[in-house]
Structure formats: C-alpha cells, structure tokens
C-alpha cells in the first residue's frame, strides 16, 4: 500500500458540512444599520421628544418594566431590511419589557411592537405621518395607540386606538385630554417654558392630573420645600422666643414649664 503523506493529503472544506436547510437567522440589532445621520427637524422638535421621554422612565420603573425610545429606527420585516425602508418614530413606548439599552427596536428579538407611537409633525413629514406611516402602525406593527402632533401648530393634535384591526379616532375629555390606556396616563397640551423654549408642550399627567415632572422641576419643587420648611421653622423660633419673653414679664421662668 502506498502511504500519502500527511503534506499530500487533499485540504478538505469544511463548508461542505454547512446543512444548506439549516434556517438563516434574522440580523440583530447590532448587525443592522441604527443611525442614518439625519437630525430631528428643528430644536423645538427634539426638546418635544425629550420631554415626553424624560419624565416617562420614573413612571414606569415604579410600576412595571418598560422602555422609551425617540428617533431610533424600529425594525419589523426582513423585507424592510432589504429595501433599506428604515422607520423611525419620534416617540414610542413599550410596557413589560426590560429597560436595558438598545440601538434599535427589532421586533423580531424583542417578541413585541411598540405601544405607543408619536410622530411631531413638519412640513416634510405631515403628509407622510398622516398616511403611509399611519398605516405602516395599523397594519403592519399594529401599534395600540398612535398620536401625531405639531409643535409649531398645537391644534394639529389627534389620537388614534386600533380596535378590530383599524384605527379609530380618539375623543379627548372634557379637559382636552386623550387617555392612554397602555400607560396609564393623560396625553396633555401645557403652556410653558422647557429647554428654553416657551411654546405649548405635549406632556403626561397621572390619572390623578398631576403632571409628571421633569428633572429640573423636581430640583426646583425640592428647593422651594427646603426654603418653606426653613421659613416655617424660622417662624416657630420666633413663635418660642415670643412666648419666652411674656412668661418672663409675667415672672414665670419657662424653663420651669419644659
């Protein structure tokens, strides 16, 4: 028998191996595309995103687990991938998943949709918003509750709720608030200045109708209890010294009395 030496052997490939039936796996977020470099349309349109965001994470901490994105892409087709239609909401929400970082919202690894979906209209972006990505959200993602709004136009303000597979109009309450039955909370106009911005804000209110407050407000209301609580212990210093000075005129020694 002839030996072949182990320099003469052929090179097997080993992708020969590959089972060409084993299924191709759908890209992560980490293989996808997440920034496509393009800012949000003016300053007052990215102060509106962050509002909504910033008070939103508390909320739901203290209730259940959930996550708050804004201007990330939002992925739900292969197809979508293929043809490089990369969605992005300005707003969205999601109840009952873990609050971890993300680059992009992938439904495929997430099990779910976004609940909630706000888009800030433009002038560039209206028509779209009200049309092909409205029913992008009732059809394909079947997102609960859409709104869209215009920060340069407080009265381009509508709510939507999908029921039976259709997206019908909200009504607001007497108040002119839509409710949100996947949050829990009013959607709300407010007159005010954030960011340095003075404008009519969209903001959330507890079922209660108190406002979830921003971070700035919640160190303003804090400093306004410590001068309140400084001012009224001032006044019983006062108050204490007052009544010393009588007891003594009237030859009673208050330390006797304590």
Do not use: C
């Not at 089972?19 to 996808?32: F, G, I, S, V």
């Not at 079922?207 to 700035?216: I, K, N, Q, Y």
């Not at 400084?230 to 019983?236: L, N």
């Amino acid at each position: 028998m002839t030996s072949i030496s182990t320099s003469d052997r052929p090179k097997i490939d080993e992708t020969s191996f590959e089972d060409p039936y084993a299924p191709t796996l759908p890209p992560t977020q980490d293989e996808l595309p997440y920034d496509d470099d393009i800012s949000m349309e003016t300053q007052r349109h990215k102060l509106q995103m962050d509002l909504l965001i910033e008070v939103l994470y508390p909320w739901l901490e203290n209730r259940e687990d959930g996550y708050v994105g804004g201007n990330m892409f939002v992925y739900f087709s292969l197809q979508q991938v293929r043809d490089r239609d990369f969605r992005g909401p300005d707003f969205f929400a999601v109840v009952g998943v873990p609050k971890t970082e993300r680059k992009s919202w992938v439904v495929w690894e997430e099990g779910k949709a976004p609940d909630v979906v706000i888009e800030l209209l433009s002038e560039s972006t209206a028509q779209a918003d009200k049309t092909k990505k409205k029913r992008i959200y009732q059809e394909r993602l079947r997102v609960p509750e859409y709104f869209w709004y215009d920060p340069f136009d407080a009265e381009d303000w509508a709510g939507f709720i999908l029921r039976d597979g259709q997206y019908e109009p909200m009504e607001r309450d007497e108040n002119d608030r839509f409710w949100s039955e996947r949050l829990g909370l009013w959607l709300v106009k407010w007159q005010g200045t954030y960011g340095g911005v003075n404008a009519t804000w969209l903001r959330w209110e507890t079922p209660d109708g108190v406002l979830l407050r921003t971070g700035w407000e919640e160190a303003t209301l804090a400093h306004e209890n410590l001068d309140r609580a400084q001012q009224e212990a001032t006044q019983a210093r006062a108050r204490a010294e007052r009544l010393a000075a009588r007891l003594q005129d009237l030859g009673i020694d208050p330390e006797e009395l304590s």
